[in-house]
């Protein structure tokens, strides 16, 4: 599928190099369903690589008939990312060796960049039939089910014998160095988004409206996949706590996944029901989050989650959960409200204060947007990767 063109130009250092030849570098990913964070960050890339020496395109391996990949390959047009779809029925299908193979070969594929413990998995395989450097980037196994020890376990194998290994935040860059992967391969290269299309373009007022909510009554909201980790359980009796206290806020959660029908018996049991919103999955964000008095993260586990990234971007005020790489950016008191895990009194109190004071949103608001434009930009990612990927050639 060819992607659309994009819909703005990145800002890129495009200086020269001693070499001509465009390097093709294939992003590859397993997703179910419509995917998650990592995604913006994999299928934005490409565009940030235009005019430079290298051009890259996407391999998605997902289930047969799954409906959430039409959701990618609308997300890959707006990103202007050319996306191939590998139908992977399991791990014993042997044909997605095979479809990746002739893809590496028609494309000529010089980097293979994994995202995901099978897809560093394969590529070690693939490099047996295809000559390519090996890069990944480990954003995080934050979902735990029976077969988590078997991923870590996969990647404790494949990561040190990576040429280069990424990690989002600093927490994992010392389990990948833990796990034997040398310190010249090992680089920490945080998430960014593109600040140039993530900024507020109208009041909160009026993106409220545009989303269907009353600008007259407060609104918290949360972005995510709905599972254990994300603590979207404790975000809503958190919220619970706050109608017990007479504040009328509503709450709105943007995602989908298999915790909805417990979260919906959960909000079905509260004292104000009507006020708690499952909005499913929402392809585009940016009126939501201008719309918000409050954005939480209530995660148990996170890596550094690119919905924080863009709500900052988008000047919304943040509560968040102090774990992995979100201390590093957030400063608590300046940027945002920084919270303990699993702790729901401190998630109703940090809510409940800055949903009170309006200088205190004000000033969060601005200065979160500071912090993504100065240190979290996509364009300023992308040269750090790209230099990531000059030092396999020089």
Known sequence: MTAAPPTSKATVDKSPTTRSVCQMV???????????????????????????????????????????????????ETSGAKLH????????????????????????VKIWHGHDYKTNALGLLLRRFHRMHLVTTVHGWVKHTSRTPLYYWIDRKTLPLYDKVVCVSADLEEQCLLAGVKRDRCHLIENAIDTTQARRT????????????????????????LSEEKGFDLLIEAVGRLH????????????????????????????????FHLVGFRGTLGTFYQALDVF????????????????????????????????????????????????????????ARVLAE?????????????TIVTRYDFAVRMQKMRSVYDELFF
């Open 202 to 225: 109208l009041t909160r007022e009026e993106a409220k409206v545009a989303s269907g909510y009353d600008p007259a009554i407060p609104l918290i909201g949360a972005v995510g996949r």
């Open 26 to 76: 294939l992003h590859a990913r397993v997703v179910t369903e419509t995917g998650g964070g990592p995604d913006k960050t994999i299928l934005n890339s490409p565009r940030f690589l235009e005019g430079t020496n290298y051009r890259a395109e996407c391999a998605y391996l997902y289930p047969p008939n799954d409906p959430g990949f039409a959701a990618l390959q609308k997300l890959a």
């Open 358 to 370: 309006g200088s205190l949103q004000r000033s969060f608001s601005q200065a979160a947007r500071q």
């Open 85 to 108: 779809g590998i139908e992977d029925r399991g791990p014993l299908d042997w044909r997605v060796v095979r479809d990746l193979a002739k893809l590496c070969r028609s494309l000529k």
């Open 296 to 351: 939480a993260l209530s995660s148990r586990r996170e890596g550094l989650p690119n919905v924080l990234l863009e709500a900052m971007a988008y000047e919304a005020p943040v509560v968040a959960t102090a774990v992995a790489g979100i201390p590093r950016l957030i400063t608590d008191g300046m940027t945002g409200c920084l919270i303990a895990p699993n702790d729901v009194p401190q998630l109703q109190e940090a809510l």
């Open 244 to 275: 017990a206290m007479g504040n009328p806020v509503h709450l709105a959660i943007v995602g989908e996944g298999d915790q909805r029908q417990a979260l919906e018996t959960q909000i079905a049991a509260q004292t104000h029901p009507d006020r």
